[in-house]
């Protein structure tokens, strides 16, 4: 088996073998228009160890993480667990995001999270949009109705599990670099 079908197995718990390549999670993903690949074949690619085509891919930035495949898929593969996996291989192994902007807005969700405890998406949106230069007015009309509507509240609160988050991220950042120093 392949290098990166085996780390993928390991980093996502999940056996990508097993596919049998039936397209249902391909045919339900949101997503899959502005793919290059789609997911079935993205297994498909993993197993027979096309790395350099997948790693710097924008479909595993494109990936919503929401499940539609998992759902669908008669092999109980979760393919967002996949998904994540294969970004931290590329990340691990310096490919540039094949999405733009995408690891800028992993990086600034994880960051709000761990500080908050929870997310909050006017404190993610400003930083988004000074950070990855985009005009900061361009979609103000609908962050304005968010608001009025009370979606969105405008001053970011400490979540009361904000010590349990903080424990999580000390505890990941401890099993990185045990996996680091390994040889
Ligand atoms: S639904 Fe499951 S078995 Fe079917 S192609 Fe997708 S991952 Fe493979
Ligand atoms: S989790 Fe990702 S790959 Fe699966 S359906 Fe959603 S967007 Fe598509």
Redesign the pocket.
Known sequence: MDDLAIETDRLSGQTVE?????????AGCPVVEAMEYG??RL?RMIVLGEREAILPSRDIWLCAGCFT?AT????D?D?AAVMDALRQVSVREGYPAGERDALLFHQLFLGVVQRLGRSHEAAMLGLFKVLSHTPLMNDVGAGVGLFLRGKVPVLPGRSGASKAVGAIFKESRSVDSQESDQP
Do not use: A, E, S, V
């Open positions: 097993l596919c049998y390549h039936c397209h249902k999670c391909t997911p079935d297994l495949c669908r898929c008669p092999n593969i393919i």
